[in-house]
């Protein structure tokens, strides 16, 4: 799919709330998402799974092979639960991901950082929070399974697939752990 549908095609769909069925290059599966916003590098969503909402994810365009809009019965009845009914955008500055960042460090959430490429050495999942923002990367302190933290964990921009936020995960380990 060239770019430029792309692009057409989550500007038909931004705010809108029309389920988008998303093909990523490193998932031979489809996602489904609510476009609440793009930029020309980024895109943030609420993805749909099972007739449930969790959380916001940002991802790169480039990473997206194709997007189509579906309008079927699933639709219907995501509206007929209002399951939208409570999804409102949070402020987040898409121009990059140096300000992805910085706008959800000022938000004071918990973050999932991820490399979902299936390469072993790239692949990566970090929970955690923001430290410092760099040019080229975020700097974070993540928490492992076993609630150990660790600190100054570099990412660069270039590697991450994912970014997700305010998601049942997330939100509970913020719940039981403090920064």
């Given at each position: 799919m060239k770019k430029s549908d792309k692009m057409n095609l989550l500007h038909e769909a931004k705010?809108?709330?029309?389920?988008?069925?998303?093909?990523?290059?490193?998932d031979p599966n489809y996602w489904?998402?609510?476009?609440?916003?793009?930029?020309?590098?980024?895109?943030?969503g609420v993805e749909e799974d099972d007739f449930m909402l969790d959380g916001f994810q940002i991802r790169k365009i480039s990473d997206l092979k194709k997007i189509e809009i579906k309008n079927d019965?699933?639709?219907?009845?995501i509206e007929e639960e209002n399951l939208l009914s409570?999804?409102?955008?949070p402020p987040v500055d898409l121009s990059s991901w140096k300000s992805v960042f910085a706008?959800?460090?000022?938000?004071?959430?918990?973050?999932?950082?991820?490399n979902e490429n299936t390469v072993e050495?790239?692949?990566f999942f970090y929970l955690g929070y923001v430290?410092?923002?760099?040019d080229c990367c975020v700097i974070i302190s993540s928490v492992d399974a076993n609630g150990e933290w660790f600190d100054d964990i570099k990412i660069p921009y270039s590697k991450i697939t994912s970014v997700t936020f305010n998601d049942r995960y997330s939100k509970t380990w913020q719940k039981y752990l403090s920064k």
């Open positions: 705010g809108t709330y029309q389920l988008c069925r998303c093909y990523f290059k490193y489904y998402f609510f476009i609440l916003d793009h930029s020309d590098k980024l895109l943030f019965i699933c639709m219907k009845i409570n999804v409102s955008k706008s959800l460090n000022a938000l004071n959430v918990y973050i999932i950082i991820e050495d790239e692949g430290t410092a923002i760099k």
